[in-house]
């Protein structure tokens, strides 16, 4: 089985810095820095058709995004008098199964 699959290792690393959510609209509006970080792991059947690109017909993959399970936030409203903060998402995982048709 090992001359058929290959492993796959990868991940990301995302960063955003301070930001404010409305233009010139105080502390309240202020998006805190944040880091995320993405993780995935699997296996995938080795190129076939001899082109060196790597990419096989098949491919399973568990994932992980924001692994570290990071509380943040991707906007803040205001509608008369209530703000509002939208969070990210949380720690997200899965498994994805792939197959390429030609």
């Known amino acids: 089985m090992a001359d058929r699959w290959q492993p796959l290792v990868g991940g990301a690393i995302r960063y955003q810095s301070d930001s404010d959510a409305i233009f010139l609209g105080g502390n ?3 998006l805190p820095a944040r880091t995320l970080l993405d993780l995935r792991t699997g296996v995938q059947t080795r190129d076939g058709d001899g082109d060196g690109d790597g990419d096989g017909d098949w491919s399973i993959q568990a994932f992980g995004r924001n692994v570290t ?3 943040y936030w991707i906007n803040v409203a205001h509608a ?3 703000v509002v ?3 990210g998402m949380p720690a997200t995982n899965g498994i994805t199964i792939r197959y390429r048709y030609h």
Request: aromatic share 24%.
């Open 28 to 30: 309240q509006f202020q």
């Open 69 to 71: 399970n990071k509380y």
């Open 80 to 82: 008369i008098d209530t």
């Open 85 to 87: 903060r939208y969070a």
